[in-house]
Antibody, heavy 125, light 107 residues
Framework: EAQLVESGGGLVQPGGSLRLSCAASGFTFSPYWMHWVRQVPGKGLVWVSRIKSDGSSTSYADSVKGRFTISRDNAKNTLYLQMNSLRAEDTAVYYCARDPDLYTSGYYYSYFDYWGQGTLVTVSS | DIQMTQSPSSLSASVGDRVTITCRASQRISSYLNWYQQKPGKAPEFVIY???NLQSGVPSRFSGSGSGTDFSLTISSLQPEDFATYYC?????????FGQGTKLEIK
């Protein structure tokens, strides 16, 4: 069964940096788009970023654009999120999620079929 | 950005009840609408994609419908394990956006 395991979260001061990792197992990682989604404890889900299967295309939420960088290493079956210039409002649980980008009936459908357990990032002095 | 609005924000129901959660998009998104279930302290789990297609393994008491701007998730006969928070999410275009969530509680 597919499994995603995030790591790298922790406490960081405002303005600091952190790199999250998401290790994939139980499936062939390279064909899938991957995403990061975050959630402030007790609040709703917020999409952060996505990366194409071969790493050639990325997208970001406006709130993180220019500060966060998504990347992947298909040889290591690992997704990354480099977070720089962190702010208090970046405090959240960060989830990685797999996206099959399913092609059916002439269209591609994006959805998150497997999620990691999440890693907590706390930005505070 | 496309705004997703769910209603109600919370709902109390009993085991065996039929419940419907609605989700409205701020612009037309065809059928690019997904539903997730999240239990306290856990990661979300995928339920439905493309408005009405059930994830493998999800019980058939769950169903989804809608297209354009208005969508719904229906649970035909609530079971104890269904009490959770449900989120809709549009994948029509980035930034992908979620509804604020509907918390389904036991009456």
């Amino acid at each position: 069964e597919a499994q995603l395991v995030e790591s790298g979260g922790g406490l960081v001061q405002p303005g600091g940096s952190l790199r999250l990792s998401c290790a994939a197992s139980g499936f062939t990682f390279s064909p899938y788009w991957m995403h990061w989604v975050r959630q402030v404890p007790g609040k709703g889900l917020v999409w952060v970023s996505r990366i194409k299967s071969d790493g050639s295309s990325t997208s970001y939420a406006d709130s993180v654009k220019g500060r966060f960088t998504i990347s992947r290493d298909n040889a290591k079956n690992t997704l990354y999120l480099q977070m720089n210039s962190l702010r208090a409002e970046d405090t959240a649980v960060y989830y990685c999620a797999r996206d099959p980008d399913l092609y059916t009936s002439g269209y591609y459908y994006s959805y998150f079929d497997y999620w990691g357990q999440g890693t907590l990032v706390t930005v505070s002095s | 950005d496309i705004q997703m609005t769910q209603s109600p924000s919370s709902l109390s129901a009993s085991v065996g009840d039929r419940v419907t959660i609605t989700c409205r998009a701020s612009q037309r998104i065809s059928s690019y609408l997904n539903w997730y279930q999240q239990k306290p302290g856990k990661a979300p789990e995928f339920v439905i994609y493309a408005a009405s297609n059930l994830q493998s393994g999800v019980p058939s008491r769950f169903s989804g419908s809608g297209s354009g701007t208005d969508f719904s998730l229906t649970i035909s006969s609530l079971q104890p394990e269904d009490f959770a928070t449900y989120y809709c999410q549009q994948s029509y275009k980035t930034p992908y956006t979620f509804g604020q969530g509907t918390k389904l509680e036991i009456k």
